[in-house]
């Protein structure tokens, strides 16, 4: 018997909750989840040329220790402007979004490009200042490698490029859920991607 086929999309900047959603609303359904801004950083970590490295992506190139610095998303963001490397990782996205089972897929152009169909639809945001607080503080914040200056100019030269690129740019999908996360908790977030997708499933159920 074929399994449900659900696809939950999940888009937004840098820093805006997107991972800790996604992992929560996979576990609370037991959907599979891909968290896509890993494929570009691997892309942008292994070094030589990008579009080859795109095409010969593999698993163990996910397991790098240095995945989720702040260069290695610099780097993802840099090679991810380019239309070769996207279109490169298109199909497995593709077919993960829509394996059995379920799926929930993170990054910036689910909605958009990969998943158009996808049954719930979320763009997840929060202000550049709080963005790039949590990933301040994520990095030891006084402690820590980088002022807090530092990180908020990297987020926002992220922003920048991942909005304005011509190939996919970020924005939400027309008929996304907006879930600004300035000034909600972790629980209060999570909610709210949960709600959408009970009511998602509920009106797939009754057609
Ligand atoms: O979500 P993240 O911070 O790990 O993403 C790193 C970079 O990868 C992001 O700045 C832009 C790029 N990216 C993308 O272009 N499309 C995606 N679906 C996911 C990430």
Not at 56 to 82: C, F, K, P
Not at 143 to 156: D, H, I, N, R, T
Request: aromatic share 4%.
């Amino acid at each position: 018997m074929s399994e449900v086929v659900f696809t939950v999309a999940i888009d937004g900047p840098a820093a805006a909750g997107k991972g800790t959603i996604s992992r929560a609303v996979a576990e609370r359904f037991g959907f599979a989840h891909l968290d896509t801004g890993a494929l570009y950083r691997a892309v942008g970590v292994k070094g030589g040329d990008p579009i080859l490295a795109a095409q010969t992506l593999e698993a163990a190139d996910l397991q790098r220790g240095d995945l989720r610095s702040l260069e290695a998303g610099q780097a993802a963001s840099r090679v991810a402007a380019i239309p070769e490397v996207r279109a490169a990782l298109l199909e497995f996205q593709r077919r993960f979004a829509r394996r059995d089972g379920g799926a929930v897929l993170d990054g910036r152009d689910i909605g958009t490009v990969i998943c158009p169909a996808a049954e719930v639809k979320l763009y997840v945001t929060a202000s550049a200042g709080i963005r790039a607080r949590r990933r301040w503080l994520e990095l030891g914040g006084e402690a820590g490698p980088k002022p807090f200056e530092a990180v908020l100019a990297e987020v926002v030269e992220r922003d920048e490029r991942d909005m304005n690129r011509a190939d996919a740019p970020l924005k939400p999908a027309e008929d996304a859920l907006i879930i600004d996360t300035s000034d909600l908790s972790i629980e209060e977030a999570v909610a709210a991607a949960v709600a959408a997708v009970i009511a998602a499933r509920a009106a797939s159920q009754g057609e």
